[in-house]
């Protein structure tokens, strides 16, 4: 009983695809459809005779005058389409050159601010970050060894000149020392002179 009814069922379905598919079949006609369709209607409409037996088939002028107006129809659709793309390509293209310049610029100036970041002015001249600290750190190493040498100079110097100061105070004390001799020196042989002129100067 099972396998009648799926019988039944099966010969309905197959029925109504049938009907459904005669239904859904294309209408040919020269006045829609591609161009394809358009062909194949030329082609189930025309006649055809045998002449010395050649199959010749016999087409209506109106028949090709239409479908050769089609043709040239969609000729001139599809030429407008492809100008149409073809201005549309070459604008997306002009788009494209555009955005390519702005972004090669735009790269330039990222690339410059980079340099510009990792790089320092120094005496107007624009050098890496790393030369300039070197450079830097060299000046002031430089200079504090320049700082050392001049406080060890100046040691020295005062030094020098402590010794010279004390060198010049026991010469002034040996000078005056040797001026007090000689005055007193002095002061005696005055007086020794001056003692024998007195000598001489008493009557005998």
């Not at 009814?5 to 209408?27: H, P």
């Not at 005496?123 to 200079?143: E, Q």
């Not at 040498?149 to 026991?170: G, V, W």
Request: hydrophobic share 40%; charged share 25%; proline share 1%.
């Amino acid at each position: 009983m099972k396998g009648f009814k799926i019988l039944i069922i099966s010969i309905t379905l197959f029925a109504f695809n049938l009907q459904y598919g005669q239904q859904e079949e294309k209408v040919l006609s020269l006045d829609e459809g591609p161009l394809v369709d358009q062909f194949e209607f030329l082609t189930k409409k025309s006649g055809n005779y045998n002449a010395n037996g050649i199959r010749y088939e016999v087409v209506k002028v109106g028949t090709i005058v239409k479908l050769r107006k089609n043709v040239l129809d969609s000729m001139r659709v599809a030429n407008q389409k492809a100008l149409e793309l073809q201005n549309k390509i070459s604008a997306q293209e002009n788009t494209i050159s555009s955005l390519n310049a702005k972004l090669k610029e735009t790269t330039e100036n990222l690339t410059s601010v980079t340099e510009e970041k990792d790089s320092m002015s120094f005496f107007g001249l624009l050098v890496s970050k790393a030369t300039y600290n070197i450079v830097l750190w060299s000046i002031i190493i430089g200079l504090f060894v320049l700082l050392l040498l001049f406080i060890y100079k100046f040691r020295n110097s005062n030094t020098l000149t402590q010794e010279a100061k004390t060198a010049l105070t026991e010469v002034e004390d040996e000078f005056e020392q040797h001026r007090r001799r000689a005055l007193e020196r002095e002061q005696k042989i005055s007086r020794q002179l001056q003692d024998e002129l007195n000598k001489q100067k008493k009557p005998k």
